[in-house]
């Protein structure tokens, strides 16, 4: 067990003894007295580790709302109201959990960096250059608390040092002004120099920041700002750091074995112990995982018909059945079925308006499993498509299962691929899923790091910041080098005959923004992305939209109720609690 995860362990276990009920807490996170947290080598270990774990505070398996499950289109469980998700359906105020339960885990995160920056300097016995280096690592962190606040609140109170809860009255910055606290902080970070630019695999440091890291997230702040120059010559430092592409499968880059590989520059560090491990697989599995996990989260069409066929054009449902895009939802469902049905199946079909004239006894599944043939290899790697295997467990066995429309239970030899939602059939995720008997440990609790940056990430960043300054090679050249890792054909900008080219300016902004699409599902990525972009309503609530059915057809209606959503609400509690903060504009509680 690496050594930082048992520092995270321990400070677990002394973390969050007592709570208050504002949301801004401000009492100690650790069973130690403020006056004797720091005093001690051992305890300055402890409290940094302390400052890490408020990375975890709203990732837990009684909760599925944190940040890192929140997608292009948080595609929630049909029928189980639990789950639906309000900001899409149109029904969430300023007083729902979802916003306060995130505002406290931030505001949590930055209490501890700057008890961490204010006291170590004033109590901490441990080497000087220890404690340069953690002063360091608590500017990164508090630097990423802040920068998904303003990602989420565009202008939020600022404090740069440990406040009581009667002084946390602060009003709201400017967005500006907070993306500039941002790269203060990790300008501070990056100028330390005992802070290592990039730790190795297998360094007993490793999961603790770096230079590398701070460069990447100060580009990331940069794109925000729109400091281009700025952050591509960040993007450049990441790479000159150390970091490439991780030389392999891709669905193997996100398997616990490959987690320290050199494109993850800033992970989550989970061990397999209730409460410090990953629960997305306890949201994203299916009923035949390992455990017996929830499909609470899906993976919306929309996002699986932006996966491109392998020669680069655009996947178009009529290729594989001519006039698919003009047919009724009752007569596209037909041929996603699975052979052999019975006559009860097909009489429940033809009950429910289906034609069943277009069905093939013996040809069904084979037909639509074209749809899904000779696509981007992300496709199969991210998601559980129609006809595709997928490696499970029967009671202590591995099973191979099958995901198939309609559900039957038992089937022999390879059984149907179970879920929470046997009536609907929907795509589900593969990506940090368990697979077989043997990977992990508990459902709730999964060992595998969950990337926050990862070199990929800075590659399609540094070529969105180049094309905003203009279009040219070095852009594509960005771009192709994450489609080569998936044997997807480059871009280019020679032959306009050809499915790879790419016009000009616009034309690229939008391959860039489906590469990330594609590239980073359930990592956490794009719906900050769309946000960023203001591209989230055309993409997730165009006419029509909300939770669909592979074929589609809404089992829920998404209702976009204005541009004001593209920045969350101040919590209503923190509202009556601090006079001198101001709603977001359009919010009404």
Not at 266 to 289: E, L, P, Y
Not at 446 to 464: C, N
Request: proline share 4%.
């Amino acid at each position: 067990m690496k050594k930082f995860r048992i520092l995270i362990y321990a400070a677990g276990l002394l973390s969050l003894a007592s709570c208050k009920k504002n949301l801004l807490d401000t009492t100690s996170y650790t069973q130690e007295g403020d006056s004797q947290m720091w005093t001690t080598d051992n305890l300055t270990d402890q409290g940094m580790a302390g400052v890490y774990a408020a990375l975890r505070l709203n990732i837990d398996q009684s909760s599925a709302s944190g940040n890192e499950l929140y997608q292009l289109d948080r595609y929630g469980v049909t029928g189980m109201t639990r789950d639906a998700d309000a900001l899409q359906t149109g029904t969430i105020t300023p007083s729902s959990s979802m916003f306060s339960d995130n505002w406290k885990q931030l505001y949590d995160g930055i209490q501890r960096a700057n008890n961490a920056i204010v006291n170590i300097p004033l109590k901490s016995p441990s080497a000087d250059a220890k404690k340069a280096r953690y002063i360091a690592e608590a500017k990164f962190l508090r630097a990423y608390f802040y920068l998904r606040l303003n990602q989420l609140w565009h202008g939020v109170p600022v404090y740069l040092k440990p406040f009581t809860a009667d002084e946390a009255t602060k009003g709201r910055e400017t967005e500006d002004s907070v993306w500039r606290v941002v790269v203060n902080d990790l300008t501070d970070a990056i100028n330390e120099t005992n802070l290592p630019i990039k730790y190795s695999k297998g360094n007993a440091d490793y999961g603790h920041i770096t230079k590398g890291a701070a460069y990447a997230l100060r580009g990331k702040a940069y794109l925000y700002m729109k400091n281009y120059p700025a952050a591509i010559a960040d993007f450049a430092q990441v790479q000159a750091a150390g970091y490439t592409l991780f030389n392999g499968d891709y669905k193997l880059l996100f398997k616990e074995a490959n987690e320290q590989s050199d494109e993850m520059i800033f992970s989550i560090q989970n061990i397999a112990v209730q409460n410090f491990g990953s629960t997305t697989q306890f949201f994203c599995g299916n009923r035949s995982s390992f455990g017996s996990c929830w499909n609470t989260y899906l993976v919306s069409p929309v996002v699986v018909d932006l996966y491109e066929n392998a020669d680069g054009s655009k996947f178009d449902w009529n290729q594989v059945i001519p006039g698919f895009s003009s047919l009724t939802v009752a007569q596209r469902e037909v041929y996603f079925f699975r052979d052999g049905l019975t006559a009860s199946e097909i009489s429940s079909a033809s009950a429910r308006g289906v034609d069943m004239t277009k069905y093939l006894p013996s040809g069904n599944e084979a037909r639509i499993k074209a749809a899904y043939a000779n696509r981007d290899p992300r496709l199969t790697a991210n998601v559980i498509t129609p006809y595709a295997e997928y490696l499970g467990v029967n009671g202590s066995a591995n099973q191979i299962y099958v995901s198939r429309w309609p559900f039957r239970s038992n089937t022999t030899p390879t059984w149907d691929l179970a879920t929470d939602t046997k009536a609907y059939y929907y795509y589900l995720h593969r990506k940090f899923v368990y697979e077989g008997a043997t990977e992990t440990i508990n459902r709730a609790y999964g060992p595998t790091d969950f990337p926050v940056i990862r070199f990929a990430d800075v590659l399609l960043m540094w070529a969105e910041a180049l094309n905003e300054q203009s279009f040219n090679q070095q852009t594509l050249d960005l771009v192709n080098k994450v489609r080569a890792r998936v044997g997807m054909p480059a871009l280019q900008n020679a032959d306009a005959s050809k499915p790879t080219y790419v016009a000009d300016q616009t034309a690229m902004r939008e391959r860039i923004r489906n590469e990330r699409r594609v590239e980073f599902v359930n990592e956490g990525i794009n719906f900050f992305d769309e946000l960023r972009w203001k591209t989230w309503k055309d993409k997730t609530f165009a006419p029509g939209a909300g939770i669909k059915q592979i074929w589609g057809g809404n089992v829920v209606n998404y209702s976009w109720k204005g541009d004001y959503i593209y920045s969350w609400p101040i919590p209503q509690s923190e509202i009556e609690r601090n006079p001198n903060l101001i709603q977001n504009t359009g919010w009404i509680n």
